[in-house]
């Protein structure tokens, strides 16, 4: 989780993951964690490319969202860099939904402490199609995350928070 410029630049928050025995990790950790920080996530040989491809896919649906957030503005008189620091802002400030996402997963509650139900975000969905459609922007980065909410609100309960869907995507 590391580019090349940040190899060797310790607040640039670059890490390595590593597998294998525990013990022999934190034997060598140190010398490991000299180009970049490390992190270790289990004994099975397979987690740490499992966990290097599952970063950056929420990195890029990250990056698909805001491109659907900029191409929603470029055809109007807004600056995108006027946008940027929102769009951040905002960003960060949905970032602890992962957390709660986690926690949920792992309580199998997923309608525990929610604060804007499944059947509130899906009711929703029409003014984000809507509003692309009147700014001529494409929907489809949007379109199959709305399917799957429209799915798990007809399977599962209308009070759930998100995380049903990713039961959906598991075979």
């Not at 191409?71 to 960060?92: F, Q």
Request: with cysteine.
């Amino acid at each position: 989780m590391a580019l090349p410029p940040i190899f060797g630049v310790p607040s640039a928050g670059g890490y390595v993951f590593c597998n294998g025995s525990r013990e022999l990790f934190e034997r060598h950790q140190e010398t490991l964690a000299v180009p970049v920080g490390t992190t270790y996530v289990g004994e099975d040989a397979g987690f740490a490319a499992l966990h290097d491809v599952a970063l950056p896919s929420a990195m890029y649906g990250m990056f698909a969202r805001a491109a659907h957030a900029f191409a929603l503005i470029r055809k109007e008189d807004i600056d995108p860099a006027a946008l940027a620091p929102l769009l951040t802002d905002w960003l960060v400030a949905m970032a602890p939904s992962v957390h709660q996402s986690a926690d949920r997963l792992r309580s199998g509650d997923y309608a525990k402490g929610v604060g804007s139900s499944l059947g509130i975000q899906v009711a929703g969905t029409p003014t984000f199609l809507s509003t692309a459609e009147q700014q001529g922007v494409s929907p489809e980065l949007l379109r199959p995350y709305f399917e799957l909410m429209r799915r798990r609100l007809a399977e599962g309960s209308g009070e759930e928070d998100l995380p049903g869907v990713i039961d959906l995507l598991v075979h």
